[in-house]
């Protein structure tokens, strides 16, 4: 029996998890948590019958009876206390980046959703799970499939990854027709269904550039050795190119409930409920190379990534406070990439030493944010 702590219990990725938990019988949830849906994160409660919960808002926290604890410190509390086998980090945004670290200091193997803790904090990361030798397994979609593509390869015969992008509800679009774009166009994603801040940021291009940075983080591969094309089946969900010419592709329905299922249940392969690619009927597979003129979200993201450093926490934290804006109607969606691109040319970058350094670049690069977006608004 495993037992799993889901943190963002109550988002797409953990309402997922639970019922691949719910239907697996060697997998319990064990605590569960939320940042301020107090209903919604009671009734996953009782359903699966935990008793360990947590609200990370803490306002919601005090208006919730029976929510023992609350913010961030009963955040890292109850993954303490959960002794859990596995820890599902499906927060959103860099607020994950201490609950990741915290699984893994106490000794929880950690399967990661919440890409900005690899973004962010990629060597912190790399350096906690060595220390405490956990694993960290992959939950978003491209990196599941790399990380199935590369079981078994040989030291060495590696020659380069390939993440797919669905190109979002605006392939094909020019930037002038971006310049009008409003948050309910933005959240038409035509495959996936997810939150509002990572569907905005398929649309812009910048959450295949963040998972870029994790794919680096996650598997080693230099930045020049990592390709992103766009492919608006979503059937192939990654490639693995070789060095004799062979490419092994992970195919299959776009589904979160197999990655997550891979994850929870690995290194066994559980029988999930997500359909099958039907072979006996015509479809084809398309591949395009990504317009960075329209979508420069993606190029700033590889500039980050190869600066290095905190470069990309100031990037990821700018396109949070970014993306804020643009659904509260005060920043145009082109504008999203203009904040990311100021603030990540006036941030200064040092390697990366500590969480407390991390922090700080963060910090500073939301104020700078904050303040181009007053502007602009």
């Not at 002794?83 to 990741?100: C, E, H, K, P, Q």
């Not at 980050?304 to 990037?315: H, S």
Request: charged share 20%; glycine share 10%.
């Amino acid at each position: 029996m495993k037992t799993v702590a889901v943190l963002g219990a109550t988002g797409s990725i953990g309402t997922q998890a639970l019922e691949i938990i719910g239907a697996h019988p060697g997998l319990r949830a064990v605590a569960l948590s939320a940042h301020r849906d107090a209903a919604s994160l009671a009734g996953l409660a009782a359903r699966h019958d935990v008793s360990l919960v947590a609200l990370t808002d803490p306002d919601a926290a005090r208006a919730a009876p029976g929510i023992p604890l609350a913010g961030e410190q009963g955040l890292l509390e109850l993954v303490r206390r959960s002794g859990a086998d596995i820890v599902l980090n499906a927060i959103v945004g860099a607020a994950g980046l201490r609950a990741t670290l915290e699984a893994l200091e106490a000794g929880a193997d950690l399967a990661l959703a919440n890409k900005e803790s690899l973004v962010a904090g990629g060597p912190l990361v790399t350096v906690a799970a060595r220390r405490a030798g956990r694993t960290v397994l992959p939950v978003d979609s491209e990196h599941s499939a790399l990380w199935q593509c590369l079981q078994g390869a040989a030291e060495g015969s590696v020659e380069g990854l390939v993440l797919t992008a669905s190109g979002g509800p605006f392939r094909g679009w020019t930037p002038d027709l971006l310049e009008a774009v409003t948050p309910e166009q933005a959240l038409r994603h035509p495959t996936w269904a997810m939150g509002a801040k990572i569907t905005v940021d398929s649309a812009t291009l910048m959450n295949k550039g963040l998972e870029l940075i994790e794919a680096h983080e996650l598997f080693g591969v230099p930045y020049d050795r990592i390709e992103v094309v766009v492919h608006p089946q979503s059937t192939v969900h990654a490639l693995v190119r070789f060095r004799d010419g062979a490419l092994i592709a992970h195919l299959g329905e776009p589904d979160m409930r197999v990655p997550i299922s891979y994850a929870l249940t690995y290194p066994e392969r559980a029988a999930t409920p997500a359909a099958r690619v039907d072979l006996g009927a015509p479809f084809s597979l398309e591949f395009l190379p990504p317009d960075l003129e329209a979508f420069p979200c993606l190029r700033l993201a590889r500039e980050a990534g190869e600066a290095g450093g905190t470069a990309p926490c100031a990037l990821n934290a700018a396109n949070e406070v970014a993306v804020g804006a643009f659904l509260a109607g005060r920043l145009r969606f082109t504008g999203i990439a203009e904040v990311c691109e100021r603030v990540l040319d006036g941030a200064a970058t040092a390697s990366i030493e500590s969480l407390d350094q991390v922090l700080e670049a963060d910090r500073r690069a939301r104020a700078a944010a904050e303040q181009l977006v007053s502007v602009a608004a």
